[in-house]
Nanobody
Framework: VQLQASGGGLVQAGGSLRLSCAASGRTFSRNVMGWFRQAPGKEREFVAAINWRGDSTRYADSVKGRFTVSRDNAKNTVYLQMNSLKPEDTAIYYC????????????????????WGQGTLVTVSS
């Protein structure tokens, strides 16, 4: 099982990026998927998550109104659209998947996620 995150890069403040996380080895169409990030010198933190149906989401307060999480179960892929980026959004972004099927609660705690991708670096310049 592999989660492959992509789409990171260097962008100016105010710009946008779209991250993708493609899963392989099994389907996660019935599982909560999430995004986390780790900034230099800081602990990894929750960013956004989406339930298996795609109709319920949760966001960290720091990204609400700027980031949007979505998924395409047919492609076994979850996305993170990031708009109005700020220098403080600079971090390695990780996608993660829950192993419990049909969970209705959109989980935000790292220890509730069972599978993790390798991360993609997002750098926002001022």
């Amino acid at each position: 099982v592999q989660l492959q995150a992509s789409g990171g890069g260097l962008v100016q403040a105010g710009g946008s990026l779209r991250l993708s996380c493609a899963a392989s080895g099994r389907t996660f169409s019935r599982n909560v998927m999430g995004w986390f990030r780790q900034a230099p010198g800081k602990e990894r933190e929750f960013v956004a998550a989406i339930n298996w149906r795609g109709d319920s989401t949760r966001y960290a307060d720091s990204v609400k109104g700027r980031f949007t999480v979505s998924r395409d179960n047919a492609k076994n892929t979850v996305y993170l659209q990031m708009n109005s980026l700020k220098p403080e959004d600079t971090a390695i972004y990780y996608c993660a998947a829950d192993n419990t099927p049909y969970r209705m609660l959109v989980i935000t705690a790292q220890h509730d996620y069972d599978y993790w991708g390798q991360g993609t670096l997002v750098t926002v310049s001022s």
